[in-house]
Nanobody, 124 residues
Framework: QVQLVESGGGLVQAGGSLRLSCAAS????????MGWFRQAPGKEREFVAA????????YYVDSVKGRFTISRVNAKNSVNLQMNSLNPEAAAVYYC?????????????????WGQGTQVTVSS
């Protein structure tokens, strides 16, 4: 089990950048693949990015490729999401999650531990 706490959300103008961070507690953090998801009002939770335990494999939803970067520092029990060139469609609550099953990295059903979320607002 790992506990997750996100930070770094806020209000940014369209075209701007934000860096989200997720701090994990627990000695087994490095054994988990990690993901970022987002949920806008009235919409389902959506996959954004994922990274495997070593950081060697990264996955992104098509809409953020080239603009968002997921990274992790296992020695610091942290995973980050650098978001550049933000547009209003990116506004949502962003969640960090630990992958606890062998299912798809793109499915929220594969993640058993979630943070409380951090709000990202993008003004046009």
């Amino acid at each position: 089990q790992v506990q997750l706490v996100e930070s770094g959300g806020g209000l940014v103008q369209a075209g701007g950048s934000l860096r989200l961070s997720c701090a994990a507690s627990g000695r087994t953090f490095s054994s988990y693949a990690m993901g970022w998801f987002r949920q806008a009002p009235g919409k389902e939770r959506e996959f954004v990015a994922a990274i495997n335990w070593s950081g060697g494999n990264r996955y992104y939803v098509d809409s953020v490729k080239g603009r968002f970067t997921i990274s992790r520092v296992n020695a610091k029990n942290s995973v980050n999401l650098q978001m550049n060139s933000l547009n209003p469609e990116a506004a949502a609550v962003y969640y960090c999650a630990a992958k606890t099953s062998a299912g798809s990295s793109y499915s929220p059903m594969s993640y058993g531990n979630w943070g409380q979320g951090t709000q990202v607002t993008v003004s046009s």
